[in-house]
């Protein structure tokens, strides 16, 4: 069965006649002919089986009928026009929700920072940030952006390369004095108490470089854990020596808490990328967080190889 709802442009077509008071006025508004404007009115008339207009050779008027569809066309065209107003604010203003997913161990370098920023320079953004080494999926759980530390091959989506996170070998000063460790050598690290990685053992082959000089070094320890975060508090409890990103040790190594060490060597990383979709991203607040955070990036070359 038919209904009106098959025949919006004609219901449209009915409201711009009645609020116009004319088929010449309303047809000039909507840029259709006089006689395209009265085919569609008599076509609604017909689904309606209700004539909806006096017709005088001078005027028009509405009948009874008339009016009382008038009441339900100014509600959807009202409707319609808060609708096109709600759009135009979304894409073109600073305000809503933004959604970012990382990996855990970034969210204390970048989050602060950000943050901080956005709520500068935009007080009327909501921002949500998930840190998890889970990959999100950013279209089916609706996420903005998303670091990601690999390569990000997947054609639905942009990935702006930020660069390749720096690592660092660390202990304590304690630790430095109580153990006997030859500074010049890195090799000599697999003879010592490492902090090692429990999950992906791959990663317990440190690779170091200096110059035209390339060593991989496998290392051993009593203590293994998957979490940089918790590697640094273990390596600052003097539980052994660690390999993790310098961002998240920068403040420890600069008032004296934890020693770089082999600083004259620089540690094979991970690549890192901001990710975001590839379609539909056209709203103002998405392009102006995707240039703060590249700009901010920009100024992090210190955490980069």
């Known amino acids: ?46 689904l309606l089986k209700a004539q909806l207009f006096h017709r005088t050779t ?61 709520r500068e320079k935009f007080p009327g953004l909501k921002v949500e940030i998930d840190l998890s080494n889970t990959k999100r999926n950013l279209i089916e759980e609706n996420y903005d952006f998303a670091f990601r530390a690999m390569d990000e091959t997947n054609s639905d989506f942009i990935a702006r390369f930020l660069g390749h996170i720096k690592d660092v070998v660390i202990a304590t000063p304690a630790y430095l004095k109580k153990n006997k460790i030859d500074l010049t050598d890195p090799t000599n690290l697999k003879f010592k108490n490492c902090l090692i990685h429990s ?20 290392v051993q320890g009593s203590y293994a854990c998957s979490s940089y975060a918790t590697t640094r508090l273990l390596c600052l409890k003097g539980l052994g020596i660690a ?48 240039d703060i955070i590249m700009e901010w990036m920009k100024g992090q070359k210190v955490m980069f190889a």
């Open 1 to 46: 069965m038919e209904t009106i709802n098959s025949y919006l442009p004609e219901l449209m077509a009915f409201h711009q006649v009645a609020k116009s008071g004319g088929f010449t006025q309303a047809a000039e508004k909507l840029g259709l002919s006089k006689s395209q404007l009265s085919k569609q009115v008599a076509k609604l008339e017909t």
């Open 58 to 118: 001078r005027k028009i008027s509405l009948t009874e009928e008339g009016k009382h569809l008038l009441q339900y066309s100014e509600n959807i065209v009202n409707l319609s026009r808060e609708a096109a107003e709600s759009m135009k604010a979304l894409v073109t203003e600073e305000k809503g929700l933004i959604r970012i997913t990382a990996p855990s161990s970034l969210g204390d370098w970048f989050a602060p920072e950000i943050l901080e920023l956005f």
């Open 199 to 218: 999950h992906i053992r791959a990663w317990n082959q440190w690779k170091l470089q200096k110059g035209s000089r390339d060593l991989v070094v496998d």
């Open 243 to 290: 390999r993790v990103p310098y961002y998240l040790v920068k403040e420890d190594l600069e008032k004296g808490r934890l020693v770089h060490l082999y600083s004259d060597y620089s540690i094979a990383t991970h690549p890192l990328y901001l990710v975001y979709p590839g379609k539909g991203y056209n709203m103002r607040k998405q392009k102006l967080v995707k």
